[in-house]
């Protein structure tokens, strides 16, 4: 990856000059990597720091990636990170077990090369589901995958939507745990839908889509769904909430293998529903939920690059957000020591 130097100075006793200087005496120099699972998202954010910033000459970091004829992972940094603050963008898509791990090592080194602060940006983090043991004898993995993370030398963490609030309590760092919920449902206010009611694909998704129907001035429904034992897919009960003529924006916070999202739209069809919309943030979309998407004639999809989706399998009615200008941002202000709750007034 490449690290092109800017020419371009900070002209000493300007307001850019001090701030930078200020984050360069605290944390060290700004630096970013981008690991294999999400390069162009690192280079996004790269882009958008350079362009709306006094860091003009910040680019994605090179290393070298080696996975030998046993799958053992080697990392090399090909630049000095010693005395930087350093970001490293890496989403645990698929493979997750090979992100994860390369992301360990890629900490790993360069808290061997003396970075001063090492920052994690993981707009996608695995596990979020096993968040609690509701069953005897069963791992709680996301304490686990937290543990790994500071335990390999993270002092930061940044992600975006985690499943459930509470895995922040898993991590003993301090870190910023975003939402996309902004950013879709400014795009989807702008697309103002008329005579909308919002429905959450299942009642532990219900708060959420309450914000959703507060913030789009619109009524709220929920779909009501049993998941027996351990089936992948549950099974669709019934609607809470009238959503008879009416067009539907269906959201949720994560679509896998799209079950879910079948189930809820054969039955808001059932309770006669129009046009139908989807809005949800994670794109972890296996080959059998791409094939459910198509058939479902929704009129739009609408999700983020959290994860990112080959250009082959974008649908022609899904549209794409990035987070790119969010995570660049919170990248800024942790760099400075700013607030990162003013971007969302809070």
Not at 197 to 215: C, I, M, P, S
Not at 245 to 268: C, I, K, M, W
Request: glycine letters at 6%.
């Amino acid at each position: 990856m490449s690290t092109e130097p800017s020419t371009s100075k900070k002209i000493p006793g300007t307001k850019a000059f001090h701030n930078r200087h200020i984050a360069i005496n605290r944390f060290g120099e700004l630096t970013l990597f981008s690991g294999s699972a999400s390069p162009s998202l690192g280079e996004e954010i790269a882009a958008y720091i350079r362009q709306h910033s006094d860091y003009h000459d910040v680019y994605c970091g090179r290393y070298q990636r080696v996975t030998f004829s046993n799958e053992n992972i080697f990392i090399r940094l090909e630049e000095s990170v010693r005395g930087k603050d350093v970001y490293i963008v890496q989403t645990m898509a698929s493979p997750v077990h090979e992100n994860i791990f390369e992301l360990l090592i890629m900490i790993d080194a360069l808290k061997r090369d003396s970075a001063w602060r090492i920052n994690v940006v993981v707009p996608y983090l695995a596990y979020g589901r096993s968040d609690k043991k509701d069953q005897p004898r069963v791992p709680i993995t996301a304490r686990l995958l937290a543990n790994m993370l500071e335990t390999a030398g993270a002092d930061r963490y940044m992600t975006i939507d985690l499943h459930a609030g509470q895995i922040q309590g898993f991590f003993n760092i301090p870190g910023d745990a975003l939402t996309a919920f902004h950013l879709l449902s400014d795009y989807v206010a702008g697309l103002q839908i008329e005579n909308l009611t919002v429905a959450a694909t299942d009642l532990g998704f219900a708060k959420e889509a309450r914000n959703w129907a507060y913030k789009l001035n619109a009524p709220v429904a929920f779909i009501e769904k049993r998941r027996e034992d351990n089936a992948e897919r549950p099974r669709a009960m019934s609607v809470v909430g009238d959503v008879k003529g009416r067009n539907v924006l269906l959201v949720d916070d994560e679509v896998n293998t799209a079950g879910s999202v079948v189930n809820a739209v054969t039955l808001l069809r059932e309770f006669g529903a129009q046009d139908i919309y989807l809005a949800f943030t994670h794109p972890f979309l296996t080959d059998v939920a791409y094939e459910r998407l198509a058939s479902l004639d929704f009129r739009e999809i609408i999700c983020t690059n959290t994860i990112p989706i080959p250009e082959d399998k974008i649908l022609p009615n899904m549209t794409v957000l990035s987070v790119a200008p969010m995570l660049a941002e919170v990248v800024l202000r942790a760099h400075q020591g700013r607030s990162v709750g003013e971007l969302f007034d809070e």
